[in-house]
C-alpha cells in the first residue's frame, strides 16, 4: 500500500537516520498508525498498541486521541478499539487501490446517472457522517448545485443513512445526540424511535430512501460500499425530481444504485460485512 510505504519510511528507526532534528513524538504517532493499518480486521486495542510501542497506556491514549481528531484513527466501541480513519482513504491506496475513492467511483457514477437520469454523488464516511467528495450530474436541463467536501445531515441524506445502517444502534443514537433532529421538511424524522425504524428498514434492503425529507419535491436513493476489512467507507446516492412515475419505480433505481455502491465495493477490493 503506498500510505503504508510512506508511514514506513517516515515513522520506523531503520527507515530514518537518527538525527538531532528528528521530533520523536511524530515518529512515534506514525509508528502508531502503521501499527493500527497492520492490525487485524476487527481493530487493535489500546493495551495492545501499549504493549507493541512499549509505551504507558496514557502516552498511548494521547497519541490516538491526537491521531483521532486529525482523522488518522478512529475508534470503535465496545472496547474502544482502533481502525485505521478516512484521512488514509483520503490519501489513496489503503484499500489496495492506487486511486483515490472519488476517481475510483467516477466511470460508475457517470454510468449510473445515464441509467437513471439523476445527479449521482460520492460521500465517504466521515465519523458515521455523509461528506460528499463528488457528484456527476444528470442529463438534462435539471441541476442540483449542491456542495462538496463538507458534511451534510445524516438524517436526512440517503447516503448518510445508508452510512448510519452500518452502525451499532448505540453509535447512530450517540451521533444523533451530538447532531440533533434539525426539521427540514414535514417528511424529516422527528424522533430517534422513527429515524431507527427507517434503519431496520435500510439493513433489509441494502439501500437507503430520502422520500422529500430533506427539501420539498425532491428524492434521493443510497447505498453503503466497504472496504478491504468490510468496514463502511462510504456511500453511493442518486437524487432526482419526485414523480408518480419514479415512485413507482423506486425498487428499480435502488437496485441500480446499489449495484453501483457494489462495483466501488469492487474496485475497493473490499467486501461488506454483517453488522454488529
Same mark, same amino acid.
Given at each position: 500500500?503506498?500510505?503504508?510505504?510512506? %508511514? =514506513?519510511?517516515?515513522? /520506523?528507526?531503520?527507515?530514518?537516520?537518527? @538525527?538531532?532534528?528528528?521530533? #520523536?513524538?511524530? +515518529?512515534?504517532?506514525?509508528?502508531?498508525?502503521?501499527?493500527?493499518?497492520?492490525?487485524?480486521?476487527?481493530?487493535?486495542?489500546?493495551?495492545?498498541?501499549?504493549?507493541?510501542?512499549?509505551?504507558?497506556?496514557?502516552?498511548?491514549?494521547?497519541?490516538?486521541?491526537?491521531?483521532?481528531?486529525?482523522?488518522?484513527?478512529?475508534?470503535?466501541?465496545?472496547?474502544?478499539?482502533?481502525?485505521?480513519?478516512?484521512?488514509?482513504?483520503?490519501?489513496?491506496?489503503?484499500?489496495?487501490?492506487?486511486?483515490?475513492?472519488?476517481?475510483?467511483?467516477?466511470?460508475?457514477?457517470?454510468?449510473?446517472?445515464?441509467?437513471?437520469?439523476?445527479?449521482?454523488?460520492?460521500?465517504?464516511?466521515?465519523?458515521?457522517?455523509?461528506?460528499?467528495?463528488?457528484?456527476?450530474?444528470?442529463?438534462?436541463? %435539471? =441541476?442540483?448545485?449542491? /456542495?462538496?467536501?463538507?458534511?451534510?445531515? @445524516?438524517?436526512?441524506?440517503? #447516503?448518510?443513512? +445508508?452510512?448510519?445502517?452500518?452502525?451499532?444502534?448505540?453509535?447512530?443514537?450517540?451521533?444523533?445526540?451530538?447532531?440533533?433532529?434539525?426539521?427540514?421538511?414535514?417528511?424529516?424524522?422527528?424522533?430517534?424511535?422513527?429515524?431507527?425504524?427507517?434503519?431496520?428498514?435500510?439493513?433489509?434492503?441494502?439501500?437507503?430512501?430520502?422520500?422529500?425529507?430533506?427539501?420539498?419535491?425532491?428524492?434521493?436513493?443510497?447505498?453503503?460500499?466497504?472496504?478491504?476489512?468490510?468496514?463502511?467507507?462510504?456511500?453511493?446516492?442518486?437524487?432526482?425530481?419526485?414523480?408518480?412515475?419514479?415512485?413507482?419505480?423506486?425498487?428499480?433505481?435502488?437496485?441500480?444504485?446499489?449495484?453501483?455502491?457494489?462495483?466501488?465495493?469492487?474496485?475497493?477490493?473490499?467486501?461488506?460485512?454483517?453488522?454488529?
Amino acid at each position: 500500500m503506498r500510505v503504508l510505504r510512506i %508511514i =514506513r519510511t517516515m515513522s /520506523m528507526g531503520e527507515y530514518m537516520p537518527d @538525527t538531532s532534528d528528528r521530533v #520523536a513524538s511524530v +515518529a512515534r504517532a506514525l509508528n502508531l498508525v502503521e501499527r493500527v493499518v497492520q492490525g487485524p480486521s476487527d481493530g487493535t486495542s489500546l493495551s495492545e498498541l501499549a504493549r507493541a510501542m512499549e509505551l504507558s497506556k496514557s502516552s498511548t491514549l494521547a497519541l490516538l486521541r491526537t491521531l483521532a481528531d486529525a482523522g488518522y484513527v478512529r475508534a470503535r466501541d465496545p472496547g474502544p478499539r482502533y481502525f485505521p480513519g478516512m484521512a488514509l482513504v483520503r490519501l489513496g491506496d489503503l484499500s489496495g487501490s492506487t486511486q483515490p475513492i472519488d476517481e475510483i467511483a467516477q466511470s460508475y457514477i457517470h454510468q449510473l446517472s445515464q441509467e437513471t437520469g439523476m445527479t449521482i454523488r460520492v460521500a465517504i464516511n466521515d465519523g458515521g457522517r455523509a461528506m460528499f467528495l463528488s457528484r456527476a450530474d444528470a442529463p438534462g436541463a %435539471i =441541476r442540483f448545485h449542491t /456542495m462538496l467536501g463538507v458534511r451534510e445531515l @445524516t438524517h436526512v441524506s440517503s #447516503a448518510g443513512k +445508508a452510512i448510519l445502517a452500518q452502525l451499532g444502534n448505540d453509535e447512530i443514537a450517540k451521533i444523533i445526540e451530538e447532531d440533533g433532529l434539525e426539521v427540514r421538511t414535514k417528511k424529516t424524522h422527528k424522533t430517534l424511535a422513527s429515524l431507527m425504524k427507517d434503519i431496520e428498514d435500510i439493513r433489509e434492503r441494502k439501500y437507503a430512501i430520502d422520500d422529500e425529507e430533506d427539501v420539498d419535491g425532491v428524492f434521493c436513493l443510497g447505498a453503503a460500499f466497504f472496504d478491504h476489512t468490510g468496514e463502511c467507507v462510504g456511500a453511493v446516492s442518486a437524487t432526482g425530481i419526485k414523480s408518480s412515475a419514479r415512485e413507482k419505480r423506486v425498487a428499480f433505481y435502488g437496485g441500480l444504485v446499489l449495484k453501483c455502491a457494489e462495483s466501488i465495493t469492487r474496485e475497493l477490493r473490499g467486501k461488506s460485512r454483517e453488522r454488529r
